[in-house]
Antibody, heavy 124, light 112 residues
Framework: QVQLLLSGPRLVKPSETLSLICTVSGVSITDYYWSWIRQPAGKGLEWVGRVSPSGNTKYNPSLQTRVTLSRDTSKNEFSLKLYSLTAADTAVYYC??????????????????WGQGTMVAVSS | DIVMTQSPLSLPVTPGEPASISCRSSQSLQQSNGHNYVDWYVQKPGQSPQLLIYLVSNRASGVPDRFSGSGSGTDFTLKISRVEAEDIGVYYCMQALQTPYSFGQGTKLEIK
C-alpha cells in the first residue's frame, strides 16, 4: 500500500523559508514522478512543482524564483523549500504521486495518491 | 498557461438524479499520442482531494461506475448517473498536458 506522509512546520514567520518533507512508503520514489499542490483556505488548488524519477524538476512559473524541490533516495522522500514567505503562502500543502515512466516517457494516470495535507500559516 | 473554466460553480442535486459538470480549457488538451490530458478530482468535506477520473474517461481504482467522463479537445464533462449523498464535495477538473498543471475553479455539489 502506497502512503505519503507529509511533515513540516505549521507556523512560519514572514520572510522565512518553509521546508516540507514527503516520506513515501510502499514504492520507490525513483519509479515515479511526484508533485506538490497547495490550497489557500477556502480556495482552489494550485500546482507548485514536480520532481521526476531522475530528480529533474519543473516549477510553476508563479513560484519559480522562490521554490526548490529535491529528493533523498536513501530516505525515499522528496521535499519542498519555499523562500521569502508572505501571508499569501498560507495554505494547505499536499504531496502527490504524479505518474511513472514507461520506457523513457512520462505516463500520466492522475494524481492517484495524496498525502494527508498540512496546513501552513505564515504569520509573525 | 492553460486556463480551465468549470460550470456550474454550484450544483444542487436531488439524490437519485443525474448531475453533470462542464470543464472548458483555453487550448486543446489533446497530445500527439491521441490522449486528452484531463483529470477529475473530488474534495469531500475535510479531506484531501481524491482522483476520480484520469485521461478524460478512465475511472480511478475504487471509483463507482456511476461516474463517467467524456470530451475531447477543449470541452470535457463529468457525469454522475445517480447522485448519492456521499457524493457531496467540490469537484475539480485539471489539465496535465503541460506544466504548469492547472485546475478549474471547482464545482460544489450539494444535496437538495
Amino acid at each position: 500500500q502506497v502512503q505519503l506522509l507529509l511533515s513540516g512546520p505549521r507556523l512560519v514567520k514572514p520572510s522565512e523559508t518553509l521546508s516540507l518533507i514527503c516520506t513515501v512508503s510502499g514504492v520507490s520514489i525513483t519509479d515515479y514522478y511526484w508533485s506538490w499542490i497547495r490550497q489557500p483556505a477556502g480556495k482552489g488548488l494550485e500546482w507548485v512543482g514536480r520532481v521526476s524519477p531522475s530528480g529533474n524538476t519543473k516549477y510553476n512559473p508563479s513560484l519559480q524564483t522562490r521554490v526548490t524541490l529535491s529528493r533523498d533516495t536513501s530516505k525515499n522522500e522528496f521535499s519542498l523549500k519555499l523562500y521569502s514567505l508572505t501571508a499569501a503562502d498560507t495554505a494547505v500543502y499536499y504531496c502527490v504521486r504524479d505518474g511513472h515512466l514507461v520506457g523513457a516517457r512520462w505516463a500520466h494516470e492522475g494524481f492517484d495518491i495524496w498525502g494527508q495535507g498540512t496546513m501552513v500559516a505564515v504569520s509573525s | 498557461d492553460i486556463v480551465m473554466t468549470q460550470s456550474p460553480l454550484s450544483l444542487p442535486v436531488t439524490p437519485g438524479e443525474p448531475a453533470s459538470i462542464s470543464c472548458r480549457s483555453s487550448q486543446s488538451l489533446q497530445q500527439s499520442n491521441g490522449h486528452n490530458y484531463v483529470d477529475w478530482y473530488v474534495q469531500k468535506p475535510g479531506q484531501s482531494p481524491q482522483l476520480l477520473i484520469y485521461l478524460v474517461s478512465n475511472r480511478a481504482s475504487g471509483v463507482p461506475d456511476r461516474f463517467s467522463g467524456s470530451g475531447s479537445g477543449t470541452d470535457f464533462t463529468l457525469k454522475i448517473s445517480r447522485v448519492e449523498a456521499e457524493d457531496i464535495g467540490v469537484y475539480y477538473c485539471m489539465q496535465a498536458l503541460q506544466t504548469p498543471y492547472s485546475f478549474g475553479q471547482g464545482t460544489k455539489l450539494e444535496i437538495k
